[in-house]
């Protein structure tokens, strides 16, 4: 029987020329997450499908990694940004249209009255973290086992549940990270009050508890009673919280996670849906809290700055984007509609199959365990899973849906009823060759 890893190699001829020459010249391709056990190269996009450098079509379930609400290169985005382009790429000095799109994001975020904005969601935690250390005086930064902030050395690290789950440690995921940089967080426990007796014992050292309103590791919509007592504790005990929006906002809803749980930080970050495609980050707050963005006019000023940080392509695009959004509020509905009948019909074959597996999502998030225990915080690998999950989602593949090894992943508003169908026709399919391959 031919092994299906080589069966997309099969498929893919021009793939493994792209890969034989970028590997000559690149250090890594798009982010160190992906370990592909194959070569696949994606080279046109449109709605919910993806094509591949031999020409194969795929319905894709990457999105982007989150920004592709609309799908891809939607008609409101692609009109937006060649009308950009034709104004300028870039111009650095201050132009006149970051002020729309600021103002859209004011409008949505329930904690915003101002924004900043930069180009990548790693910059917005950073900066975010930066501030909360200039409004507060203090230091240290809490966040939780399982979540996800970006790659800068504050945030790019992972918790170790040994010996006690309900107060975890923490490293650095790889090296390069300074020790007096890791000693700086302080490791929460996901949906565990233990936390809140952690930030309470360290109230005088933390200047912030950073987390996302539904972590992309472990994505469920229970959580709304946790993150309102969270704030309650950060109020009382004068730590700032910060909600990372960068993949939850303008996905669970036009507010985020903010309004769909009911729950005001004092800082939010964006990235995403906001740029409509094009790469962006944004820091949103209250007035009183962003005044140190002002760098030659308070007594407390943070730096922030980058040339391409408000750029007009990125701007007119998410402003475009967001428009749409708001003008069309029937696509959340119907993404949640989606996005049900999808977990619901895989789960259900799991169930009756006994697989050991089970799909987690919110709305239109989703995060594929493989495993039957009852999932109360973010996955940790161990090398036997990541083997099994590699050989599933080649199956995947091949039965003609991309989810490129990063076991999260998402539907848009291009994905049809009939596309939720195939995609849960081939996730039962894969488990099934799994199980003729007696791996499951």
Known sequence: MTDIFQELQDMMPASEKVFE??????????????LLPYKFYAAEAKGSRVTDADGNEFIDLTMGFGPLLLG????????????????????????????ELAELLVDAAPCAEQVVFCNTGTEATMYAIRLARALTGKTRIAMFDGS??????????????????????????????????????????????????LIESNKDELACVLLEPVQSSNPRLDVGPYLRELREVCTRNGVLLILDEVITGFRLGYGGGQERFDVTPDLATYGKILGGGMPIGAVAGPRELMKPFNFFGEDNPIFSGGTFGGNPVSMLTGAAVVRHLHDNPEIYPDL??????????????????????????????????????????????????????????????????????????????????????????????SFRALRSEGHV
């Open 72 to 99: 891809h290169n939607p008609d409101v985005a692609v009109e937006a940004a060649r009308a950009a382009v034709e104004k300028a790429m870039l111009l650095g000095i201050p132009n006149p249209y970051q002020g």
């Open 21 to 34: 020459r970028n590997t000559r010249v690149l250090a890594q391709e798009v982010v160190g997450t992906i």
């Open 148 to 197: 996800y902030h970006g790659a800068h050395d504050y945030v790019i690290m992972e918790g170790v549940l040994e010996p006690d789950p309900s107060q975890p440690s923490h490293r650095p995921q790889g090296h390069g990270v300074p020790n007096a940089t890791t000693e700086q967080i302080l490791f929460l426990p996901y949906r565990d009050p233990r936390a809140f007796e």
């Open 336 to 429: 949640r509609r989606k996005g049900d009948r999808l977990t619901e019909g895989v789960n259900q074959f799991l169930q009756q199959g006994d697989y050991p597996a089970q799909l987690l999502h919110a709305d239109s998030m989703f995060h594929l365990m493989f495993t039957r225990e009852s999932v109360e915080r973010g996955r940790h690998f161990d090398e036997s899973t990541m083997m099994l999950e590699n050989r599933y989602y080649a199956h995947l593949m091949k039965r003609g849906v991309v989810v490129p090894g990063i076991h999260l992943f998402f539907i848009s508003a291009a994905h049809s009823d009939a596309d939720v169908d195939l995609v849960v026709d081939a996730m039962c399919d």
